[in-house]
């Protein structure tokens, strides 16, 4: 087959610079291959490299708590929780594929995130989803493509992860036309795996075969690592074959027969095929250890017929392994997989090293060595200039003083309750199957969702959570907000805070001022975990979510698990009797900034200020004082104060029981304006209710963590009233609240 | 008189099957084991259930390929010799595919996935499968709350058979607030027999208080009872 000649112009169109093309050179001692050409741009782009991230988030902790194998070092990180048995959990984008092809685009991020926690064997027990898209209710601006995105990409990730049988709990969803050309869908999957039935993503052992498993390789998905390593544009559109298109049915059964497989004892390592295919797993899987992998390309099956080396090599066909089996025992995986009806075919040899060879109808067609195409071996490593960004001065130069005071404040509340970043997003969890498995005990809408694990007294509460406005207002403390938010969720549910993944989408990291954003949130989420011990698993990096029209806001989405030791010390977000107390507890005295807040956006379509204030050790304290109350059975709700402030969290408590609402009758004392004080989001606290028996002990288990207790009032009527200006019947609210989105949608 | 002796099918793609097994065996304490789907032979099993799912990913119509699994064949043996089958969601669909229930589950009104709590009302309580229901001192149809979950639940049928369902007191439930577009709110039904029931909610999603409702432990017990 004839292969087009290899020129610096070509590899520009790869993605490549000339310094990386010479590098090339050097490394080969020769000009490379077309074929070798295409496996260094897949490898050395941002997706698979982390050429401009990776000297930054090796400032993250990236140790310590319960951390059995950390950051990078496996597809998954891999937390202790007792019993013999560990949690692996991670999240990822899949931006760009659902920018161009919203419904595959969102399906292939759950199937990919999937594969990474079963290929260590872990079985998922969960996923979830951060989404962000642009407004769907604007009046300025044609929302029909952005309802299309949401549209489909929610029904991309519910037919994947419905399909699969893993039930989908939850995450966030916020809207922003910031994110209207580039929307974000991150992929977060949790899953269960004993001590000693983890697999490893390493090749050892000379001679020992090497499989690929699962489906045919076809032509979807070339290039997609590179694809995504660039901002969306017009020419975006063409590049839709970019996107692979996902098979669920295949991948429950690959889910099965990779558990089967890994039981059996005869696996040596295992990795999952998502970017860049074969090139990136026989590459990451030989560098690991040292090795090298002979491949031979007329083995692998093929989906479509004539398929180039250069195809086959960066297919990212969905549903594949690549899997190292101990020489002797091949037989014992192909009864597994002829079980399950899938590929189980040998294409090679793990080799001394160091080199990946590739032969195809008798002829070399690459061979490089495995260590210079990798993170962590001779992949470029780079440092990106920073600068501060101008806008900042500027949108923190805000004086909130001079904004009008609204004279109905019920009409505010209704408006809150029914704006899309706040509003129950019933309408998505509706379309998940949130249940499947038989262990979601608290399903998403409150705080974390809570997934148990049955033969335990133990349940994992899981959650994500990131405030992109703040972190475009201020980088450094929205992107400790994201961490501390997250730690709060999982708290209210009295999980303590184990360890975190992180999803950060940015724009492009050759711009200064993009950069100084990745790098003052990376120092945020490090700061955050460090005091709240909880250690980074393991996450992505996705740069380049921009068009030509927008920057998205800088967005590290963490996903945050926690683990409750005895569920039924656990706690839900809602109010559950009439005349139970209801107290504000931690940052009871906060500023009443209303800077970045969702009123000053709603109220006054303003973005502006600096993020809402925050402080790490009364966090910390705060999140201690959760649990405890929780272990101590002395509370019936927790629900952590966040997006709308005080008054939409003390709605929600009366709410999120839709079946059982409750309404209340509080009384906050405030200085200044009541607007701030109700809808500020400063951070570090949370509204909680208890018999009234239960008091003292409630303020002495908050005193002793030095944490300040408010009783502002009681549950209890059909109104949700807050002091005299707030007066607004559950039904009048519940509409607002459950149906908002529903409306938008359905019209 | 023989005890139950459970059978859960494992097709391809099945997904709750692992629901309907920890349910029977492990909150129920029954007998139960899997099938696979190659085998041709239900063993000694006298209770077949049909789990939820996407058998064969549903990629053809719901059902249209599982019906022709080897085990199906002698399920359809079991289910004409009086034997007791129930299928769940997916496992209606196959049961209609297969031709042991009439009808058929056509995409929601909505074309969307729907997983909620329904209220269900059990319109017949004089049948293996709702017998333990029959506690009720109202009289009236009693209630359950009980989960949803599927893409395809929208059951049809012709006008005859409709009237036949009804005449012979087929229908076992029906929705309060039909979530699927269903006629006339058909949830489940049963043969003409009475020994093979299909619906489209999760009695074995409902058998806990912790999940949420234990409403369908019931049904599992009617069916325990009536085989002991």
């Given at each position: 087959m004839h292969e087009p000649e290899v020129t610096l112009e070509l590899a520009k169109t790869f993605g490549l610079i000339e310094e990386e093309y010479n590098r090339i050179l050097d490394i080969l001692g020769r000009k490379p291959s077309y074929t070798e050409l295409g496996i260094y741009s897949v490898m050395w782009s941002e997706h698979c490299s982390y050429k401009n991230s990776i000297l930054e988030i090796k400032k993250l902790p990236r140790s310590g708590g319960r951390l059995l194998v950390g950051a990078g070092e496996e597809n998954a990180g891999l937390v202790d929780i007792g019993e013999g048995l560990a949690v692996a959990f991670k999240i990822e984008s899949h931006n760009h594929p659902s920018a161009v092809e919203p419904?595959?685009?969102?399906?292939?991020?759950?199937?990919?995130?999937?594969?990474?926690?079963?290929?260590?064997?872990?079985?998922?027990?969960?996923?979830?989803?951060?989404?962000?898209?642009?407004?769907?209710?604007?009046?300025?601006?044609?929302?029909?493509?952005?309802?299309?995105?949401?549209?489909?990409?929610?029904?991309?990730?519910?037919?994947?992860?419905?399909?699969?049988?893993?039930?989908?709990?939850?995450?966030?969803?916020?809207?922003?036309?910031?994110?209207?050309?580039?929307?974000?869908?991150?992929?977060?999957?949790?899953?269960?795996?004993?001590?000693?039935?983890?697999?490893?993503?390493?090749?050892?052992?000379?001679?020992?075969?090497?499989?690929?498993?699962?489906?045919?390789?076809?032509?979807?998905?070339?290039?997609?690592?590179?694809?995504?390593?660039?901002?969306?544009?017009?020419?975006?559109?063409?590049?839709?074959?970019?996107?692979?298109?996902?098979?669920?049915?295949?991948?429950?059964?690959?889910?099965?027969?990779?558990?089967?497989?890994?039981?059996?004892?005869?696996?040596v390592g295992m990795q999952d095929m998502g970017a860049a295919g074969i090139t990136c797993s026989t590459s990451e899987m030989s560098a690991k250890d040292g090795m090298g992998m002979d491949i031979n390309l007329d083995f692998v099956p093929a989906r479509e017929e004539n398929m180039s080396a250069y195809e086959l090599m960066l297919s990212e066909s969905q549903e594949r392994m690549l899997v190292v089996i101990q020489k002797g025992k091949e037989d014992v995986a192909k009864k597994i997989f002829d079980k399950w009806d899938l590929n189980c075919v040998e294409i090679g040899t793990v080799t001394q090293g160091p080199n990946v060879k590739i032969t195809y109808h008798g002829k070399v067609m690459a061979e490089v060595p495995a260590n210079t195409l990798v993170l962590g071996g001779d992949a470029p490593v780079y440092v990106r200039e920073s600068k501060e960004p101008a806008y900042l001065k500027e949108v923190q130069n805000f004086d909130e003083s001079a904004l009008p005071e609204p004279k109905d404040l019920n009409a505010v509340l209704i408006n809150l309750l029914s704006t899309p970043n706040i509003t129950n997003k019933n309408w998505v969890y509706e379309q998940y199957d949130t249940q499947v498995r038989t262990n979601t005990v608290i399903m998403p809408g409150g705080d974390a969702s809570v997934v148990r694990i049955k033969g335990t007294k133990k349940a994992l509460a899981m959650k994500t959570d990131c405030n992109g406005r703040y972190v475009y207002l201020n980088p450094y403390r929205g992107a400790m907000a994201a961490v501390c938010e997250s730690a709060r969720n999982v708290a209210c549910t009295g999980a303590i805070p184990l360890a975190i993944t992180n999803c950060l989408n940015f724009g492009n990291p050759y711009k200064p001022e993009v950069y100084h954003q990745f790098r003052e949130a990376i120092r945020g989420i490090g700061d955050a975990c460090k005091k709240l011990d909880t250690p980074v698993t393991g996450g992505n990096v996705s740069f380049y979510n921009e068009s030509p029209d927008y920057a998205v806001y800088p967005t590290p989405t963490i996903g945050m698990v926690g683990l409750i030791e005895d569920i039924d010390n656990m706690v839900t977000s809602y109010f559950k009797n009439e005349g139970d107390i209801i107290a504000v507890i931690g940052n009871v005295n906060c500023s009443n900034s209303i800077g970045g807040s969702e009123y000053l956006k709603q109220q006054f379509n303003l973005v502006k200020g600096d993020a809402p204030e925050i402080d790490l050790n009364s966090e910390s304290n705060l999140i201690k004082t959760l649990v405890q109350l929780a272990n101590a059975k002395s509370i019936n709700?927790?629900?952590?104060?966040?997006?709308?402030?005080?008054?939409?969290?003390?709605?929600?408590?009366?709410?999120?029981?839709?079946?059982?609402?409750?309404?209340?009758?509080?009384?906050?004392?405030?200085?200044?304006?009541?607007?701030?004080c109700l809808f500020n989001e400063s951070h570090g606290r949370a509204v909680i209710s208890f018999d009234k028996e239960n008091e003292e002990n409630v303020k002495k288990i908050c005193s002793d963590n030095s944490i300040e207790y408010l009783n502002i009032g009681k549950t209890g009527g059909n109104s949700i009233i807050i002091n005299k200006e707030v007066n607004i019947p559950l039904e009048i609210a519940e509409d607002a609240y459950y149906n908002s989105i529903s409306k938008i949608m359905e019209n | 008189m023989s005890k139950a002796k459970f059978g859960v099918v494992v097709f391809p793609g099945s997904n709750c099957d692992h629901d309907a097994y920890n349910t029977l065996k492990h909150i129920l304490n029954q007998d139960t084991e899997f099938l696979w789907h190659k085998e041709s032979s239900i063993g000694d099993r006298n209770v077949i259930i049909v789990p939820g799912?996407?058998?064969?990913?549903?990629?053809?119509?719901?059902?249209?390929?599982?019906?022709?699994?080897?085990?199906?064949?002698?399920?359809?043996?079991?289910?004409?010799?009086?034997?007791?089958?129930?299928?769940?969601?997916?496992?209606?669909q196959i049961l209609c595919e297969s031709g042991l229930l009439p009808g058929a589950l056509l995409r929601n009104a909505s074309l969307k996935f729907v997983c909620k709590n329904v209220t269900l009302n059990i319109v017949n309580k004089n049948t293996i499968f709702t017998g333990a229901y029959n506690s009720s001192q109202s009289g009236g149809p009693e209630k359950m709350i009980i989960p949803v979950a599927h893409g395809d639940g929208n059951y049809i049928c012709d006008k005859d058979t409709l009237k036949s369902l009804n005449d012979n007191a087929q229908v076992v439930f029906r929705y309060e607030n039909n979530p699927n577009g269903a006629i006339d709110d058909i949830a489940g039904i049963m043969n003409k027999n009475g020994n093979v029931l299909g619906m489209m909610p999760h009695p074995e999603r409902a058998s806990e208080d912790a999940v949420g409702s234990s409403d369908g432990r019931k049904l599992f017990e009617s069916v325990i009872n009536s085989v002991n």
């Open positions: 419904y595959q685009g969102a399906a292939t991020g759950v199937g990919g995130i999937l594969r990474d926690i079963f290929t260590m064997g872990a079985r998922p027990i969960a996923a979830l989803n951060s989404l962000r898209f642009g407004s769907i209710n604007s009046k300025e601006t044609d929302v029909t493509r952005t309802k299309y995105l949401f549209k489909n990409v929610v029904k991309g990730i519910g037919d994947y992860g419905n399909c699969f049988g893993v039930p989908t709990v939850g995450g966030e969803i916020y809207f922003d036309e910031s994110y209207r050309d580039n929307p974000l869908v991150n992929a977060m999957a949790v899953g269960i795996v004993k001590h000693d039935e983890v697999a490893k993503a390493t090749a050892k052992g000379v001679g020992n075969p090497v499989f690929i498993v699962g489906s045919s390789t076809g032509r979807d998905g070339i290039h997609g690592a590179t694809f995504a390593s660039e901002e969306i544009s017009e020419a975006s559109e063409a590049k839709r074959p970019s996107v692979q298109v996902g098979d669920p049915f295949t991948e429950k059964l690959l889910l099965e027969a990779s558990l089967e497989l890994i039981k059996s004892g005869v696996v709700s927790a629900h952590d104060v966040s997006d709308g402030g005080l008054a939409v969290c003390i709605a929600e408590s009366c709410m999120i029981n839709r079946t059982l609402p409750i309404g209340c009758n509080v009384n906050i004392k405030y200085a200044g304006r009541q607007d701030f | 799912g996407f058998s064969y990913g549903d990629y053809l119509r719901c059902g249209a390929i599982a019906r022709f699994s080897p085990i199906m064949k002698d399920i359809v043996r079991h289910a004409s010799n009086g034997g007791v089958v129930i299928g769940i969601c997916n496992g209606f």
